[in-house]
């Protein structure tokens, strides 16, 4: 009986292997068609040479046990500081049902004092991502300072966020020169509907601010 049962259990866990591998799958979506900044020029903090995410090029990275496709360019969208960049990128592409949407990202500018020209209050909106499904109906994911990202330059020791979370840091050749890290953060969107498809998603950013979101690569999981 022993060794019945061992191998009704067995098989029981092989039939079960393949429904665990579909539902652990990630999809890194193709951002091609709509990024605008290289990762291996300076952007942000103009006349500060090496002020750049080189590091990160050419590399298929797998953070907080997520992986992301990286690409030569990220979406940037603009700011109060950020004016040459746009407000908004719209349908980039998903195309399929998902459970879980990974957002690689950060923002540039935020930190310092109440009465710098960069300062970003913790609590404010600074964009948000709107997910579309195939019925055409939506569903909005805020991007909060202090919440899901703060500014890239790591000025803050890693100061707490409610939801997002760092998971990439190293020094770039400006922040090098002050003994700074630069840093990336992910922020994971939950489908509160998994059986409708999703179409596509718009980056959208929000009000008069310093902050200018940026996105290196997001990840869709399948249900």
Known sequence: MRVTLLAVLGTCLALAAPALAAAA??????????????????????????????ALMKTDPKLAEV???????????????????????????????????????????????????????????IGHYTIRYAD?????LPIVYGEDVRDWWNVDNNKETKRGKVVWSDM???????????????TVWENPHPDKAVKSIDYTADGDTAAAPFCLAITAETP
Do not use: W
Not at 136 to 140: I, L, S
Not at 175 to 185: A, N
């Open 172 to 186: 770039n050749e400006a922040s090098e020169q002050y003994g700074i890290e630069v840093r990336l953060y992910t």
């Open 136 to 140: 055409d109906t939506t569903v909005d």
């Open 25 to 54: 799958e990630q999809i890194p979506l193709d951002l091609s068609a709509h990024v605008n900044d290289p990762l291996d020029k300076e952007f942000h903090r103009e006349g500060v040479p090496g002020n750049h995410l080189k």
């Open 67 to 125: 992986q992301y496709h990286i690409g030569e360019k990220m979406l940037q969208l603009g700011s109060k500081l950020c004016l040459e960049r746009p407000k908004k990128i719209e349908a980039i592409p998903v195309d399929k049902s998902v459970s879980k949407l990974h957002f690689l990202h950060a923002t540039g500018f935020g930190t310092g004092q109440e009465t710098d020209p960069n300062y970003v209050k913790d609590g404010t909106q």
